[in-house]
């Protein structure tokens, strides 16, 4: 909220488990009281980092822990079904709705196996249900679409490699593929763009895309002025054998 209010918005922060149907169902309800509508629900959704080192990637389905696998699915799928069905009565009383389901990977992409079939289901689920409720928004002048940011410098990531947002390039040395790397701003400014587009039903409903798709697009960049693809990166590069390096898609 601090973040959005530097920013020039007004934001407000409202704690909620989006796996508790009384306390979403309590802040669409507040949403409507103090605001009166809802023009855009970003179903950003997840925290189950924490599980996948450890019990999830690099074994197989019924080596890991049911309890993990079913808490994979809870976080990535049931909020998002949750979240999306108790505040889409509001949305759609907007002129023209606007529903982004944030996940991992484009539907290209994620053609690939995601190495655990729970965090396939999770990561490939947000994507299904943008292309479903495209379908129902449709009639509503709505639109519903599935993101994915690139190789993102969140909080947890920045922790993971014991650097900054001012110091993140030093990641690289651990991990070359990091210098595509992006600011959560640049998923935020791509939606943002995608968002002011008055033809945006058109152009993306039912669709999965990226931040670095958007931002080529809108002509959104990045806080320091790169406009980062990683997804075109690891298609072309990494899993493609092109020649180039992560530097040649910033």
Request: proline share 4%; glycine share 10%.
């Amino acid at each position: 909220a601090e973040l959005v209010t530097a920013a020039g918005g007004t934001g407000i922060a409202v704690p909620t488990d989006h796996l508790d149907q009384d306390r979403v169902r309590a802040l669409v309800e507040r949403i409507d009281r103090e605001q009166g509508r809802l023009d855009i629900l970003v179903n950003d959704l997840w925290g189950g980092e924490h599980l996948l080192a450890g019990s999830v990637f690099g074994k197989k389905s019924w080596e890991t822990p049911l309890a993990d696998g079913l808490r994979i699915l809870e976080l990535g799928v049931r909020s998002h079904v949750i979240t999306a069905a108790l505040a889409l009565p509001l949305l759609v009383r907007a002129q023209a709705p606007l529903l982004v389901e944030v996940t991992d990977g484009t539907a290209v992409f994620n053609r690939r196996y995601r190495q655990n079939l729970y965090y396939d289901l999770a990561k490939n689920a947000p994507i299904r249900i943008a292309f479903g409720l495209g379908e129902e928004l449709a009639e509503y002048g709505g639109t519903a679409v599935a993101v994915t940011p690139g190789y993102l410098r969140s909080e947890q990531m920045l922790g993971h490699f014991g650097v900054t947002e001012e110091t993140w390039r030093d990641a690289i040395a651990r991990d070359p593929h990091f210098a595509v790397a992006e600011s959560p701003s640049y998923l935020a400014r791509a939606v943002a763009a995608l968002a002011a587009d008055p033809d945006r039903a058109a152009r993306w409903n039912g669709r999965s895309t990226s931040s670095g798709e958007l931002a080529k697009v809108y002509g959104v960049t990045d806080v320091d002025g790169s406009r980062p693809d990683a997804m075109a990166y690891f298609e072309d590069v990494v899993f493609g054998g092109k020649p180039g390096s992560a530097d040649d898609y910033r």
